[in-house]
């Protein structure tokens, strides 16, 4: 009874580290997409209706899910707090405490986004919004691949993995 | 009281400049405070301030590039696409009634400018209210039909504004005169400063205001919506702000108008208002003139003749 028990708690344990990786993966590529969504909506909003900054990024933090979300909501509490530190201020700090992980590479397309977004007019905004919504829609793509790909890799290993170890106790 | 609150109304503008620049305003005592009409930020150049007696420097407060952006993204609550498409204009109203002056390089399509980037300079003009500034010409705007239609012209930064601004508040409120509806076509917000439908500024009880629309576009909603027995627009520039203004005067409202010129002679230079002037609308024209001892004003009719 009590290897058997113990057994049960080593495959448990194993899972969780395989699925859990497996969940990092998909909840990476859940933020890519979110975030993509969200630059191609600011994109819309700064060609048609020049609405102001704030204004979109509460829109952003109520409608995108995930750390997405948490991330739009993080850059308006902090430039709402201290609107003279700016908005790439803001957006570079809540980058780092809601979107942790992140590639750099990706980290740092959203931060030159954040370097124009609020402090020019609305045509170079929308320059820096396309070319940052391109990478990050390569960003996903890849993302998307390795999630399919690494995903069915962690799970299957955490699984014989963790056969593996009640064997070898046994 | 009015040194405080003109002071007040400083200090609510000055929060739109960067924080060591925003401080050196900040330790100008009351009085001085409560003098300035304009905060002057040009690149590499100290802070300075207007008062009647003339520009003012602030030692040791060099403004820079980043200084002159940081006001812009403060004044367009980071929102700089929000308001360049405004620099038409020349300035930008900002929240409070101020108004925000922008020079740089400019970016012209078509013939016009449309966009300005790398800021050199700018100007922020304190919108400023004197309670009982207008008690000295408000009499001489009444005759035999009441309120007559009134012209008050100054050159640039003379105060018009601020004195339009006192005599809607005091005709609103029947200070001094019978109380009329005042309605208030706002087009850039200097004169009520609507935030949120309240006006940030005394405009008087019975005033309407119509913000952020083209003049002559307020002027007629507020003739056909609100019934207004006055009719208030500040700076005339545009053909169709005479145009509206010839049709108010038909209905029998009374104006009341502001425009840039240091006297009527230099109106009559200017085809647009030669025209409202040959109509005979305004029976009062004031003067604003700046002198050392500070501003004076000068009533005359519609002819020029002292009133």
Redesign the interface.
Same mark, same amino acid.
Request: net charge negative; charged share 20%; hydrophobic share 40%.
């Given at each position: 009874m009590v290897k058997l028990l113990g057994a049960a708690c080593v495959m448990a344990g194993a899972l969780r580290c395989g699925f859990g990786a497996v969940g990092r993966l998909w909840g990476r590529l859940q933020t890519l997409e979110e975030l993509h969504a969200a630059l191609a909506w600011l994109e819309e909003e &700064?060609t048609f209706r #020049?609405?102001? &900054?704030?204004r979109l990024l509460e829109e952003l933090g109520r409608t995108r899910k995930g750390a997405a979300g948490r991330f739009f909501q993080e850059t308006l509490r902090r #430039?709402q707090a201290d609107?003279?530190g700016?908005?790439y201020q803001s957006w570079r700090q809540a980058m780092v405490q809601c979107l942790p992980d992140l590639q750099p590479e990706e980290r740092q397309t959203l931060l030159e986004v954040g370097q124009t977004l609020?402090?020019?007019?609305?045509q170079t905004?929308r320059q820096a919004l396309l070319r940052g919504r391109q990478r990050l829609a390569a960003f996903r793509d890849e993302a998307r691949g390795e999630a399919r790909r690494l995903g069915r890799v962690y799970a299957a290993l955490s699984l014989t993995g963790g056969t593996a170890i009640i064997l070898l106790l046994i | 009281m009015e040194t405080a609150r003109a002071a007040e109304r400083l200090d609510q503008a000055a929060r739109l400049l960067p924080g060591p620049l925003r401080q050196r305003v900040a330790a100008l005592p009351l009085e001085r405070r409560a003098e300035v009409e304009e905060l002057r930020l040009r690149r590499g150049r100290p802070l300075s301030f207007l008062t009647s007696e003339g520009e003012i420097f602030l030692p040791d407060t060099a403004v820079t590039g980043r200084d002159l952006d940081t006001v812009l993204e403060l004044a367009s609550a980071s929102s700089v696409h929000t308001v360049l498409a405004q620099v038409k204009n020349g300035f930008v109203a900002v929240p409070g009634g101020h108004r925000l002056g922008l020079c740089g390089t400019g970016v012209v399509e078509g013939g016009a400018l449309t966009n300005l980037r790398e800021l050199s300079s700018l100007s922020l003009r304190i919108a400023r209210e004197f309670r009982g500034l207008c008690w000295e010409v408000l009499p001489k705007l009444w005759g035999a039909r009441g309120l007559e239609s009134t012209l008050i012209l100054s050159p640039p930064g003379g105060g018009k504004t601020t004195l339009l601004r006192d005599l809607i508040r005091a005709i609103s409120a029947g200070e001094g005169c019978p109380p009329r509806r005042v309605g208030v076509a706002d087009e850039r917000g200097e004169l009520a400063a609507v935030a949120n439908g309240e006006p940030a500024l005394d405009i008087g009880p019975r005033s309407d205001v119509m913000s952020a629309c083209p003049k002559a576009v307020g002027m007629m909603t507020l003739l056909r919506g609100m019934n207004p027995q006055v009719l208030a627009v500040d700076e005339i520039t545009q053909p169709e702000d005479v145009e509206a203004m010839l049709q108010a005067a038909g209905c029998g409202v009374a104006l009341l108008a502001t425009a840039h010129g240091g006297s009527l002679a230099d109106l009559d230079r200017r085809p647009l208002y030669r025209r409202l002037m040959a109509q005979g609308i305004f029976g009062r024209v004031v003067l604003i003139e700046n002198a050392a001892d500070g501003r004076r004003y000068s009533v005359t009719d519609g002819e020029g003749r002292p009133w």
């Open positions: &700064l #020049l609405t102001p &900054l704030p #430039l609107p003279e700016g908005v609020g402090r020019f007019d609305a905004q | -």
